[in-house]
């Protein structure tokens, strides 16, 4: 099988790496030069949870290198790259060629439109990396990778695509990948923006009871808007209910009754067992670039703008990171106390 991965950060150099590693037939699509020449005199050096390896897929600088149509394109771009990376490979499909959509957030709607719905597979990546530099990326905790199609068909090629990923991570397929999407986006919509926020790792952020509310906040908000757009959430981790993750009228108080510590217990479990994952708009707001925020919180908000849905809290967090990318606002703890 001929392979594409488009993204080289954190991301996409792992399911590289690893593949490569595994002798698949990779090319890595990198925009930046030095990556390039980096990575094909040193390799993909990936270092963490798993057993540290170095491998060195095939690495061209634009879409138009591919060399040979592919079986499978993983595209890992940031969410505001990927249409145009989608509108790129065009001319490099074929019939049958897989589009696998890697984004934080829902993009898969929006890359179906470009490639079509036939070859748009979603998938939701449920492990964690930090991009450390050029060519070198770090695996902070395990997981697993989920994958459908979007007209919820269980279909062969799923589970030619699960014995790829598998080679890296576990992976589950599902029959209902709106709503794996969907859970995922607002877990992102918590962790990822908040990370942003405050500038802290994820054990950090959850162990503040502000955030642990916050978190609460955003699940609330975003699970009446799943409800409208008639979606139904997924179990996280196929543990965890995000529906007891919302608060109920008599909790919006902060009144800390029993089932409402059974909630901060569960958040400080998350943050515990993800303790050293690195919000990925916190590495872009290191590296001088704009995050993600309009594919998540803002996904949210644009929808429940459109369904008449009060999402208060998002917006606030949607204002702070936009403050915080043009310079107005430092990332910093007390960023938790501007949301009300």
Not at 181 to 199: D, E
């Amino acid at each position: 099988m001929r392979l594409v991965v488009i993204g080289a950060g954190a991301v996409g150099g792992v399911i590289a790496a690893f593949l490569a590693k595994e002798q698949y037939d990779v090319e890595l699509v990198c925009k930046h030069r030095e990556s390039v020449d980096f990575i094909e005199n040193n390799g993909l050096r990936v270092e963490g949870k798993k057993k540290s390896i170095i491998s060195y897929p095939d690495v061209i600088i634009d879409i138009s290198q591919i060399s040979e149509k592919p079986d499978i394109i993983f595209l890992a771009t940031k969410a505001m790259d990927a249409i145009d990376a989608a509108k790129s490979v065009l001319p490099f499909l074929h019939d049958d060629t897989m589009v696998v959509s890697l984004q934080n957030g829902m993009m898969e709607d929006q890359i179906a439109h470009v490639v079509g719905r036939s070859r748009t597979i979603g998938c939701v990546v449920e492990w964690g990396a930090t991009y450390l530099g050029v060519g070198r990326m770090e695996i902070t905790s395990n997981g697993r990778f989920i994958v459908g199609e979007l007209n919820k068909e269980i279909t062969h090629r799923l589970f030619v695509l699960k014995s790829v990923l598998e080679k890296i991570f576990p992976v589950k397929i599902s029959s209902n990948i709106d709503g794996e999407l969907f859970t995922k986006l607002i877990i992102n919509s918590c962790i990822t923006s908040l990370g942003a926020v405050t500038g802290l790792r994820l054990g950090e952020l959850l162990n503040l009871r502000v955030a642990r509310h916050i978190f609460m906040k955003i699940f609330t908000e975003s699970i009446h808007v799943a409800d409208a757009m008639g979606i139904r959430l997924e179990k996280i981790a196929d543990k965890i209910n995000p529906y007891e993750l919302a608060l109920s009228e008599n909790e919006l108080d902060r009144r800390l009754d029993f089932s409402l510590l059974k909630k901060h217990l569960v958040i400080m479990a998350i943050g515990f067992k993800y303790r050293r994952l690195k919000s990925s708009s916190l590495q872009s707001l290191e590296r001088g670039k704009p995050t993600e925020i309009d594919y998540l919180n803002g996904f949210i908000e644009e929808k429940a703008r459109k369904l008449n849905i009060p999402v208060p809290v998002n917006r606030q967090i949607i204002a702070l990171i936009k403050d915080i990318e043009k310079g107005k606002l430092t990332m910093e703890m007390e960023n938790l106390y501007r949301i009300v």
